[in-house]
């Protein structure tokens, strides 16, 4: 029977897996969650471009448009903004897990493709920011370039090719739409499309070598369990967008920066870093965090099996990766809400 | 015989809850968003317009069908109310609605569409007589039916002299002391102008734009005056613009008639807008009534001309005079000696001469203060400077005025005898304390023979002085908003070039009493105190050091 109903999903999944594939703790389901957030905004994307215009006179208005006129267009925006900062954290998470359980060793290929993964998601989160052209994006690119320029080298090249002059203008608008929805939406499934085959490839999740008796086939229970992750995200993101709206300030005024301008929160980290130390937090730590995960299946001795929380033998790299990641969110948590005009700190409410 | 591992049992009952949870959010979603209504089952009422060659689309007729008041929002219930005032030959057809009442045309929901509240309010809708603000961007600035309050916003802002600080394209002339305002309506909304007009210090909080004197409705004029200078007027051209063909009528033909006859030289050039004459006050900036005595004619010719080589950090705009105008300007001042009653009474003299800056409660905190570039002296709760500072050095300034700030001469216009007389009357009403009644003072170390190196110097300044006086020695540090009286401007040269250097050594080896001057006694030694006299002659380009480095 299950040779009649063969179909492309068999060739993405092992035919038989571990039963402990299965188990809740063993991934939290956060890979399929980020995927469904990842089809979530292609549909809703690719509605949305529909009805948006990359132009600066225009740009805000047809948001507005989106927003207030068009039928279950506020939901659908809101559905967008929701998946896509849903994905991020989904992803930093995903991240977080297979780091934890050590699930990089013999997949260095694959842990790659992640962080390739990982980098385009940014990347579009930031490119999307700007559309609507209202107070808030405006500035917070604004920062986000110029956050970007402090890195040697490279990093004026990057600022200037992501804004196409030296200022956040009608170029910027053009090249951030062009990234978002034709660039990146392809580099991300194409990506998206070598994670899933590396994993297959690799004989499916990490795990410790086990006996053959505790095997399971594929089909129907890891596709149930993955269908009802899906669901429960998919129904988890149309609440959330019921729920928080999407921000929408006023038209972008370049004569007036908010005070203070923060980047999108996901940089705000960075920002808070910089604003302590241009070096250390502009190049120093964001170098840091870059080679440490690059490189991390390399450096990672351990003979620990691996899928294994928290192995014994990994505790060093489990503690830096720890730090790395409580560090950041306090640095993000700072910025984001302790800091009032001026950069001043202050209790936020 | 292997034993087959168990079928996990929580997988089903999830798939059947995750797709019920996915149903209900649908189900929710479907019917919320779609009751969620910003435009319940009314047809959009969707009109373009061509206003000055932009296209411009707009749905606010869905909710305000005609041009009317939304009929849920017309409290009063009649028809009249609801109706849009005959605007012809304005028609909504031709002109739209946002292209004067602003707002966002394309949102259909309220908070949206209204123009959001906060902010900078750029596009917040303009109703009722606030519409009034919209007309001089189309139309020439002149007198115009249904605009009175913006064009006498206009008036005031030419007779307070607005513009000899703020430019605004169209004027002959303006000043570029504080913001241009040529496109101040784009940016802000009337209630952000109105705000800064009226506290001009809530953001950013170290303006030197002064509090006016106007009224809530006097303010409400020259904001909706101010709000029509947008960045893209609708009826001119950019090379209209360009070409000044869109111009501003200037100052002397707003009020040509309302000059008085005995029409002053300082009513002509507008600076009783700001400076007191006689009864005439504009109740910002020092009387103007004796100034001929007090100063000589090239300190006003000086004065004039660059208002801060006299008096570093003064507010006081460098006014565009032409030489004839100037000159009248000066020889007007220079006549004006000012009355005063033989022997008045000390009272009245220090509510007429002194009251102005140091208030009538004698704590520094005169009406004209917060315009000062340096705190007047405050008497009342002072006692302690007092004590500090010894008799001939109070005498003297006010005999001699204190150089490098407001503080004028007065013995141009007082006699001796007078002069003892308010420092009397000081002492008793507000000091507190006897004329003889000073404090001793341990000695002042001796100045070594070396002194520090210049780099020693200048990192012992930035660790000791630089957060109130700032690293360039401005005064102007950052923490120099917390003191009243703010910090020393230590580059200010006259008032540096009359003190010895003693009197410096003085203030920082002991304090200034009343003052954020703290005293630095134990914590410098001779080297380090009379190497800092040295660093502030240096910031203050005196040369009357008794030694070098």
Redesign the interface.
């Known amino acids: 029977m299950a040779q009649s109903r063969r179909n492309f999903l068999h060739h993405l999944h092992p035919v038989r897996i571990n039963?402990r594939t299965?188990?809740p703790a063993t991934t939290l389901g956060l890979g399929v969650a980020g995927l469904t957030c990842l089809a979530v905004l292609l549909l809703s994307g690719l509605t949305l471009f529909l009805y948006y215009v990359p132009e600066q006179?225009v740009a805000y208005?047809?948001i507005?448009?989106i927003?207030?006129?068009l039928?279950?267009g506020?939901?659908l925006r809101n559905l967008h903004y929701v998946a896509a900062n849903g994905l991020l954290i989904l992803a930093a998470l995903h991240l977080t897990r297979v780091f934890l359980t050590g699930s990089y060793k013999e997949r260095s290929l694959n842990w790659i493709y992640g962080l390739v993964l990982l980098m385009l998601i940014l990347v579009a989160n930031f490119t999307g920011y700007l559309l609507p052209w209202d107070?808030i994006s405006y500035w917070a690119i604004k920062v986000g370039a110029s956050l970007a320029a402090y890195f040697p080298l490279v990093g004026p090249g990057i600022s200037r090719f992501f804004l196409g002059g030296d200022q956040v203008g009608e170029e910027t608008l053009l090249r951030s739409f062009a990234l978002h929805a034709s660039v990146l939406p392809l580099l991300l499934l194409v990506f998206t499309a070598l994670h899933l085959w590396r994993i297959r490839k690799d004989g499916g999740l990490a795990a410790p070598p086990q006996d053959?008796?505790?095997?399971?086939p594929a089909g129907p229970?890891l596709y149930?369990?993955e269908?009802?992750?899906?669901?429960?995200t998919?129904?988890a993101l149309?609440?959330l967008?019921?729920v928080l709206d999407a921000p929408?300030?006023?038209?972008a005024?370049p004569?007036?920066p908010?005070n203070p301008a923060k980047a999108p929160w996901y940089f705000v980290g960075f920002q808070e870093m910089v604003s302590w130390s241009a070096t250390f937090g502009g190049v120093v730590a964001p170098l840091v965090i870059g080679l440490f995960l690059l490189f991390a299946p390399w450096f990672d001795h351990s003979r620990s099996h691996p899928g294994l929380w928290f192995a014994r033998d990994r505790w060093g790299p489990n503690l830096a990766f720890i730090t790395l990641a409580l560090s950041q969110i306090a640095f993000i948590a700072v910025g984001l809400w302790l800091r009032g005009k001026n950069w001043q700190l202050q209790l936020p409410f | 015989m292997?034993?087959?591992?168990?079928?996990?049992r929580w997988?089903?009952p999830?798939?059947v809850?995750?797709?019920l949870?996915?149903l209900?959010?649908?189900v929710?979603?479907l019917a919320?968003?779609?009751r969620?209504g910003?435009?319940p089952d009314r047809q959009?009422a969707d009109i373009t317009v061509n206003l000055a060659g932009?296209t411009v689309?707009e749905?606010c007729t869905t909710c305000h069908p005609g041009g009317a008041l939304h009929p849920a929002h017309d409290q009063a219930g009649n028809d009249s109310a609801r109706k849009h005032p005959d605007i012809a030959p304005h028609s909504i057809d031709t002109l739209g609605c946002t292209g004067c009442h602003l707002g966002?045309?394309?949102?259909?929901?309220q908070v949206?569409?209204h123009?959001?509240p906060g902010?900078?309010?750029?596009?917040q809708v303009l109703k009722g007589k606030q519409l009034q603000a919209s007309c001089f961007t189309c139309h020439p600035v002149a007198p115009l039916a249904g605009a009175e309050k913006a064009w006498q916003g206009y008036q005031l802002f030419l007779s307070r002299a607005c513009d000899s600080c703020h430019h605004i394209a169209g004027l002959q002339q303006g000043g570029r002391f504080g913001p241009d305002l040529s496109t101040i309506g784009s940016?802000l909304s009337l209630e952000r102008i109105i705000e800064a007009i009226r506290e001009p210090d809530a953001d950013p909080v170290n303006t030197i734009m002064p509090r006016y004197p106007l009224s809530r409705g006097q303010t409400e004029k020259i904001a909706y005056f101010l709000k029509s200078r947008v960045a893209e007027p609708k009826f001119a051209t950019p090379m209209q613009i360009q070409a000044g063909l869109v111009s501003l009528p200037p100052w002397q033909q707003v009020l040509a008639e309302e000059i008085p006859a005995e029409a002053t030289p300082l009513a002509r050039n507008r600076c009783l807008a700001c400076h007191q004459f006689g009864e005439t006050d504009g109740r910002i900036a020092p009387d103007l009534t004796s100034i001929g005595a007090l100063r000589s004619a090239d300190y006003l010719k000086t004065y004039l001309a660059e208002p801060n080589r006299l008096v570093p950090g003064s507010t006081m705009p460098r006014v565009q005079f032409e030489e004839a105008q100037s000159k009248e300007l000066l020889g007007f001042l220079a006549a004006q000696k000012g009355e005063l009653a033989h022997q008045p009474d000390p009272k009245q003299l220090y509510m007429h001469l002194c009251q102005r800056c140091h208030a009538a409660a004698g704590d520094g905190r005169g009406l004209i203060q917060p315009n000062l570039a340096n705190f007047p002296r405050a008497f009342a709760g002072n006692a302690e400077f007092f004590r500090s500072v010894p008799d001939p050095r109070i005498v003297e300034s006010v005999r001699k005025g204190v150089a490098g700030t407001s503080m004028p001469p007065y013995e141009y216009l007082l006699k001796p005898q007078a002069i003892e007389a308010v420092i009397d009357l000081i002492y008793n009403a507000f000091v507190g304390v006897a004329r003889d009644d000073k404090s001793t003072f341990a000695p002042l170390p001796e100045k070594p023979e070396s002194l520090l190196s210049q780099d020693e110097t200048d990192e012992l300044f930035d660790r000791r002085c630089s957060a109130c006086h700032g690293r360039a020695g401005t005064g102007r540090g950052p923490r120099h908003l917390e003191f009243l009286p703010r910090p020393r401007n230590l580059t200010n040269t006259p008032y540096f070039a009359a003190l010895p250097n003693g009197r410096i050594a003085r203030a920082i080896y002991d304090g200034v009493p009343g003052t954020g001057m703290a005293s630095f006694r134990n914590e410098l030694g001779a080297q380090e105190l009379w190497s800092l006299v040295y660093r502030v002659r240096e910031f203050s380009q005196t040369s009357n050091m008794d030694g070098k480095r």
């Open positions: 039963r299965l188990h006179a208005e047809r507005l448009h927003t207030t006129t039928p279950y506020r939901l107070q053959e008796s505790q095997k399971l229970w149930r369990a269908t009802a992750v899906a669901l429960l998919l129904a149309i609440a967008a019921l929408l300030h006023e038209r005024d004569l007036h908010p | 292997k034993t087959p591992p168990d079928i996990p997988i089903n999830l798939l809850l995750a797709a949870a996915l209900t959010v649908v929710a979603a919320l968003e779609r969620g910003h435009h959009i932009s689309r749905h966002e045309g394309m949102a259909m929901d949206l569409s123009g959001l902010g900078l309010g750029a596009r940016h």
